[in-house]
């Protein structure tokens, strides 16, 4: 599987940024399919997941009301929407996916264990 991120960028504050991660194969809908970042000088910092199965969606305590997490299983894409963009939000952005098709509660995400990610997305808040 490989994950292409895209949509990253500079935004002010408030803004609003939506990233797209692309999967590649087959088998879209047996993954779990995450968001993680990472600023300078700090760990990776799981942002949100999608079990691609069902929809099912989880979300770190810094993503909650703020992004949403989506995707389009017949374009192999899931989607992080971000509004109300903060500086604190500024860092890569990286997609990562792991094998789960439908296997029940997916809560461990946020441990990162994932077998394949992407290259990352800056995001930049700043005025």
């Known amino acids: 599987v490989q994950l292409v991120e895209s949509g990253g960028g500079l935004v002010q504050p408030g803004g609003s940024l939506r990233l797209s991660c692309v999967a590649s194969?087959?088998?879209?809908?047996?993954?779990?399919i995450a968001w993680f970042r990472q600023a300078p000088g700090m760990g990776r910092e799981g942002v949100a997941c999608?079990?691609?199965?069902?929809?099912?969606?989880y979300y770190g305590d810094s993503a909650k009301g703020r992004f949403t997490i989506s995707s389009d299983n017949a374009k192999n894409t899931v989607y992080l929407q971000m509004n109300n963009l903060q500086p604190e939000d500024t860092a890569v952005y990286y997609c990562?996916?792991?094998?789960?098709?439908?296997?029940?509660?997916?809560?461990?995400?946020?441990?990162?264990?994932?077998?394949?990610w992407g290259q990352g997305s800056q995001v930049t808040v700043s005025s």
């Open positions: 990562a996916a792991e094998y789960w098709p439908g296997l029940g509660d997916f809560s461990v995400w946020r441990t990162g264990a994932f077998s394949y």
């Open positions: 194969g087959d088998t879209f809908d047996l993954f779990a």
């Open positions: 999608i079990v691609t199965s069902d929809q099912t969606t």
